[in-house]
């Protein structure tokens, strides 16, 4: 547990925990579900909830379970690049059968769209900006409605009270 960090930075090996407690926070990692991790280190699926609810158990397994998606996406998206050769060898593969030309096509077609819908939504949400009724300064927001926020107030002064 010693290269798990926890929320607050520190490493998970300046916490405490019991034998057990190492035990359960082991099996919930590799198993996935409270069930099956009693059933793996060998404790009741009660104490296991109980644990769940302690800290610095909770705090370990927030940072850990945390730490095992991050590695599963930088995993994906290294990936990435062999999936997108894999597809475009396929399409390209005069030899292959055509269902399985037009199935990478049509992925790799899929795929270039929704990159390009995410890019645009990107730039759109870093330009989205009003000028605030009350300061004239630029803000930006979350809507995508213009009319909503056309004389919107921005955060720092919702709260204010008006001046005279």
Do not use: N
């Not at 996935?32 to 909830?49: N, P």
């Not at 894999?86 to 399409?91: K, N, P, S």
């Not at 096509?105 to 000028?131: N, V, Y």
Request: charged share 20%.
């Amino acid at each position: 547990m010693g290269d798990i960090q926890t929320t607050t930075g520190a490493p998970a090996s300046d916490a405490e925990l019991t034998p057990r407690q190492e035990a359960a926070l082991t099996a919930l990692l590799a198993h996935g579900t409270v069930a099956k991790a009693a059933a793996a280190c060998g404790l009741s699926e009660s104490t296991l909830w109980r644990f769940l609810q302690l800290e610095p158990f909770k705090t370990l397994y927030k940072a850990a379970r945390a730490q095992l998606v991050e590695g599963t996406i930088a995993r994906l998206q290294s990936a990435g690049d062999i999936a997108v050769s894999v597809l475009c060898d396929i399409a390209q593969d005069k030899d292959a059968a055509p269902g399985a030309r037009i199935a990478a096509a049509r992925a790799i077609l899929a795929g270039s769209f929704r990159g390009l819908q995410l890019q645009e939504a990107a730039t759109e949400a870093a330009s989205h900006l009003h000028l605030c009724a009350t300061c004239h300064e630029t803000f930006s927001c979350t809507d995508s409605s213009d009319a909503q926020f056309e004389f919107a107030k921005c955060p720092a002064c919702k709260g204010a009270k008006p001046t005279r």
